[in-house]
């Protein structure tokens, strides 16, 4: 039996190695092998894999998107750890975890997940699909990353840009296929956990191991700036919803959002820049 440890040397600006290390100590009796996942192939890794072999993957959300779009995770017999070195952490978050968690098998989470539909790609994700202001702050937050090395800060952009940046979009949200219309939308995500975007937690009723695999579209729209600004720090603790005549949720196993105009979307934190709609199937 051996122990794989793979790490993201990309993640949270770099310091994904670091993480590593840290996970060594957590886990001192274990003989890790270290592999940097970023020129890896994962099926023809864990093809080569011994059954008994166990495999501890440290990065951040985008690493666990990348293994479950590289790959049919069904097909994976060993038993996959994962430990957090991204910068928001959301699946780590959703699972109840925190800092002081040792490594947690993921087998079961990596599975019957939803697919979203955009721009002519198919791709499976962890967290969900920010679609609306979030999207816009993964927009700004690449940009600003190619300018400097400082840590990004998207509740700064998300407040930039409800005052001054964003402008808000009419939607029509197709659910399992009914149609509803909406003026002035600001968000529309759909989620398969409850958290994303650094700890928002946009959809607190959503529980990404139902076993109906159903998925929770959240709709954020009709008020102006000024009120939106005021509401908006209540979805990092799941109030928004409480909020019925700016807040809007759907449970579904199919839905389609349309913009008017084309705006930024994000695929558990990756940007797609001029998007007009995406469809989201839920996992089987």
Not at 141 to 157: A, E, V
Not at 195 to 212: C, I, K, S, V
Not at 223 to 236: E, N, W
Request: glycine share 10%; with cysteine; charged share 25%.
């Amino acid at each position: 039996m051996k122990t794989y440890l793979l790490y993201n040397s990309k993640s949270n600006n770099g310091a994904g190695e670091q993480s590593a290390k840290k996970i060594r100590e957590i886990r001192k009796y274990k003989n890790f092998e270290k592999l940097d996942l970023t020129n890896l192939s994962y099926p023809e890794f864990f093809a080569s894999l011994g059954e008994d072999d166990e495999v501890v993957i440290c990065g951040g959300d985008g690493t666990l998107n990348h293994l479950v779009n590289d790959m049919d995770c069904s097909k994976i017999k060993n038993d996959v750890y994962y430990y957090p070195a991204g910068t928001g952490n959301d699946f780590w978050r959703d699972i109840g975890k925190n800092e002081n968690s040792e490594p947690e098998k993921i087998n079961k989470y990596i599975v019957n997940l939803p697919v979203v539909k955009v721009k002519g790609k198919t791709k499976r994700f962890i967290n969900g699909i920010g679609y609306g202001i979030d999207g816009f702050c993964c927009e700004e937050g690449d940009r600003l990353r190619k300018k400097s090395d400082k840590p990004i800060n998207y509740t700064s952009i998300a407040i930039k840009g409800l005052l001054y940046k964003y402008k808000p979009a009419n939607a029509t949200v197709e659910i399992d296929g009914k149609k509803y219309y909406f003026k002035k939308c600001w968000l529309a995500p759909t989620m398969n956990g409850r958290f994303y975007g650094g700890g928002m937690m946009a959809t607190p009723g959503q529980d990404r191991l139902n076993p109906e695999h159903t998925v929770t579209t959240m709709v954020m729209n009709g008020a102006g700036k000024l009120k939106t600004l005021i509401a908006f720090p209540s979805i990092f603790e799941g109030k928004h919803i409480e909020k019925t005549k700016l807040v809007t949720t759907f449970t579904s196993k199919r839905v389609k959002v349309s913009f008017d105009r084309p705006t930024a979307l994000q695929i558990d934190g990756e940007t797609v820049l001029n998007v007009s709609e995406y469809i989201v199937e839920a996992g089987k």
